[in-house]
């Protein structure tokens, strides 16, 4: 059972009452990634910068993930890597030993062979006499 702000949605693909949005996985993650911006851009109360201004949670977080990185933790460092310079892609290892354009040049001139046993028969088909093709 999912809970918005008192609303109760008691199956997925169910719309709530009064809010007109579908309850599913994917609507529950907007609404999460939603709140998630909207936190992280709010300011933290009672902290300001030297300039006197407000301090947002998103600069409070970073600076401490930063602080970690540069104190030498490896999930901090990892992380940051990650987010900057994306992670790394995945190699595979082909073990078919088959040529992929050798299965390709065969399943067309299958395909051919096929498509001409098919025009073959209609041309047999037209050349019959009327009451040959209705029996």
């Known amino acids: 059972m999912i809970r918005f702000t008192g609303v109760t949605a008691?199956?997925?693909?169910k719309i709530m009452v009064g809010r007109g949005i579908?309850?599913?996985r994917r609507n529950v993650?907007?609404?999460?990634?939603?709140?998630?911006r909207r936190m992280l851009l709010?300011?933290?109360?009672?902290?300001?910068d030297e300039r006197g201004l407000p301090v947002r949670y998103l600069s409070v977080i970073s600076e401490r993930l930063i602080t970690m990185a540069a104190g030498g933790n490896l999930d901090a460092i990892k992380y940051l890597m990650d987010r900057i310079d994306g992670r790394p892609t995945q190699t595979t290892?082909?073990?078919?030993t088959e040529e992929v354009g050798d299965t390709?040049?065969?399943v067309l001139k299958e395909v051919a062979e096929r498509r001409r046993k098919i025009i073959d028969l209609t041309a047999e088909e037209r050349r019959r006499p009327p009451e040959?093709?209705?029996q």
């Open 93 to 96: 290892e082909n073990t078919n």
């Open 29 to 36: 993650e907007r609404l999460f990634d939603a709140e998630l």
């Open 132 to 134: 040959e093709n209705e």
């Open 42 to 48: 709010a300011d933290v109360p009672g902290y300001t």
């Open 10 to 13: 008691p199956e997925q693909g």
């Open 104 to 106: 390709l040049a065969a």
């Open 22 to 24: 579908v309850v599913g």
